[in-house]
């Protein structure tokens, strides 16, 4: 394991808000998109992308690299803006998200834009796409890892409780989930809609490694990563404590905020909270760097 430095730390911290004012741009400019969860998990995509995924965003079909599944499609914004920022195609680009013919489409599609490992949108399924794949890197003898970002709502589907059993039955140790527990879905909080916890003892009771870490906190979500290429009889769930809307005051917690774009003035509030932070986050590296 190596020690990652404070400047580390604040560039990746950096990175999460210039993907959140992507975020705030891409829906502002086609009007439409989901906001909540895209905020929320800037901070485990930015890990993810910059630190953890082996990946070569000009050879994204390098057989070697790591498959990052994304089964709650929906939050698709704050991939395609990590994808943008670590080379896999123009940051511009990201302008065409949900407008026609666009390789970036409001859930994602894998034909259109290599280096998107599933297509995902029908909630529920990503985490039985990336067991397959373990299965598939176990057979052919492949050193990879398969992660899958999933969000605390799939957990009201039956497939996803049967996968994770799959998994947990068999040990697929090269397979790392990092759940978006940010408690809201699509109309409501998790907890009143269809309650869920206790998720931890359900998760260790059908044979998973689970850590729980605050998503918003980038040593935490390396550490967490990091111990679970170290668990060698089980797979590891990482419960990410999210915060939905992260870093836009109005759109905090508010599960309202699931599924909708601000408008063009909304979102010049959101970019000059965002800007701020980025202000505040830059002089803290100009202070580490010294
Ligand atoms: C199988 C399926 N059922 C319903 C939907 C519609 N839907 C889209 S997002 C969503 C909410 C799911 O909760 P979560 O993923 O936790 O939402 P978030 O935290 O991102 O707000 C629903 C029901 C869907 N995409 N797929
Ligand atoms: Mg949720």
């Not at 909080?189 to 605050?214: G, M, Q, S």
């Not at 959101?270 to 590296?285: V, W």
Request: net charge negative.
């Amino acid at each position: 394991m190596l020690a990652i430095s404070d400047l580390e730390v604040l560039e990746l911290e950096a990175m999460a808000n210039t993907m959140r004012q992507d975020i705030i741009k891409m829906l502002v400019s086609v009007g439409s998109g989901h906001a909540g969860g895209p905020l929320g998990m800037a901070e485990v995509f930015a890990v993810l992308y910059f630190h953890i995924l082996k990946k070569d965003p000009k050879n994204p079909f390098w057989p070697e690299r790591d498959r990052l599944i994304l089964s709650n499609g929906h939050i698709c914004a704050v991939r395609y803006a990590a994808m943008a920022r670590a080379g896999y195609f123009p940051v511009e680009e990201l302008l065409t998200y949900r407008k026609i013919d666009s390789r970036l489409q409001g859930h994602p599609h894998n034909r259109s834009l290599p280096g998107l490992e599933n297509t995902g949108g029908p909630l529920g399924q990503g985490l039985s796409q990336a067991v397959g794949r373990c299965i598939a890197g176990r057979l052919d003898g492949k050193k990879y890892r398969v992660y899958c970002v999933m969000s605390d709502g799939e957990h009201d589907e039956g497939q996803t409780w049967e996968a994770l059993m799959w998994a947990g039955n068999h040990k697929l140790r090269n397979l790392t989930t990092l759940m978006d527990r940010n408690n809201i879905q699509i109309d409501g909080h998790t907890e009143d809609i269809f309650p869920l916890e206790p998720l931890r003892n359900k998760y260790e009771a059908i044979k998973w490694h689970v850590i729980e870490v605050d998503g918003h906190n980038v040593r935490e979500i390396i550490a967490a990563c990091e111990e679970a290429q170290h668990i060698y009889e089980k797979p590891t769930a990482i419960i990410c404590h999210t915060v939905p809307g992260k870093g836009v005051s109005y759109m905090e917690n508010n599960y309202e905020w699931h599924g909708k774009a601000p408008t063009k003035e909304q979102g010049e509030v959101a970019l000059a909270e965002l800007r701020a932070e980025g202000d505040r986050i830059q002089k803290e590296i100009l202070g580490a760097a010294k």
